[in-house]
T-cell receptor, first 113, second 113 residues
Framework: AQSVTQLDSQVPVFEEAPVELRCNYSSSVSVYLFWYVQYPNQGLQLLLKYLSGSTLVKGINGFEAEFNKSQTSFHLRKPSVHISDTAEYFCAVSGGGSYRPTFGRGTSLIVHP | DAGVTQSPTHLIKTRGQQVTLRCSPKSGHDTVSWYQQALGQGPQFIFQYYEEEERQRGNFPDRFSGHQFPNYSSELNVNALLLGDSALYLC????????????FGPGTRLTVL
């Protein structure tokens, strides 16, 4: 079985400040890891994904994430956030050839001016 | 190039009724997955259709069924609606069964009264 824990339900931050959204996972097999963003009343958009190779993954909109196998983490970071980054962010894991991804409960990023 | 489209955008039903939601995949994609996203939660995998057959299924009762047509579009049917079925239903398409290439639609908001 696989699971995802997003440690913060809400992260408030000021514009142009750095931000980290935390994600921990559990899986008995090798995993694929994903971060998605969801703006109000919209579907999910893929920010970045880790499949294999380099543990530092760069995505769209200036986001990056680092896969840490020993700590079973895949935290999302951005060095300087913008008001437009205000949204819900979901971490997801898919493992061992299974096509059934498991999503976390989401972290609401709120960027204040 | 149209992305994933879903219809209708909103739907209101009463308990015990049946509902059909529709999804057209992104051009070139042959696989459709359906997710249920309850308010304040992450998406939960319902099932995946590939080559007109259900290939993977999450922990959802048989009241949830689907279909994929030769043009790769898909329907999600829910019978005997319960209040707890109220949610945003997301469709995602991909090329092949891997979730690493998924694109999500905007979703259908179902309200059960």
């Amino acid at each position: 079985a696989q699971s995802v824990t997003q440690l913060d339900s809400q992260v408030p931050v000021f514009e142009e400040a750095p931000v980290e959204l935390r994600c921990n996972y559990s899986s008995s097999v090798s995993v694929y890891l994903f971060w998605y963003v969801q703006y109000p009343n919209q579907g999910l958009q893929l920010l970045l994904k880790y499949l294999s190779g380099s543990t530092l993954v760069k995505g769209i909109n200036g986001f990056e994430a680092e896969f840490n196998k020993s700590q079973t983490s895949f935290h999302l970071r951005k060095p300087s956030v913008h008001i437009s980054d205000t949204a819900e962010y979901f971490c997801a894991v898919s493992g061992g050839g299974s096509y059934r991804p498991t999503f976390g409960r989401g972290t609401s990023l709120i960027v204040h001016p | 190039d149209a992305g994933v489209t879903q219809s209708p955008t909103h739907l209101i039903k009463t308990r015990g009724q049946q509902v059909t939601l529709r999804c057209s995949p992104k051009s070139g994609h042959d696989t459709v997955s359906w997710y249920q996203q309850a308010l304040g939660q992450g998406p939960q995998f319902i099932f995946q259709y590939y080559e007109e057959e259900e290939r993977q299924r999450g922990n959802f009762p048989d009241r949830f069924s689907g279909h994929q047509f030769p043009n790769y579009s898909s329907e999600l049917n829910v019978n005997a609606l319960l209040l707890g079925d109220s949610a945003l239903y997301l469709c995602a398409s991909s090329l092949g069964q891997g979730v690493d290439t998924q694109y999500f639609g905007p979703g259908t908001r179902l309200t059960v009264l």
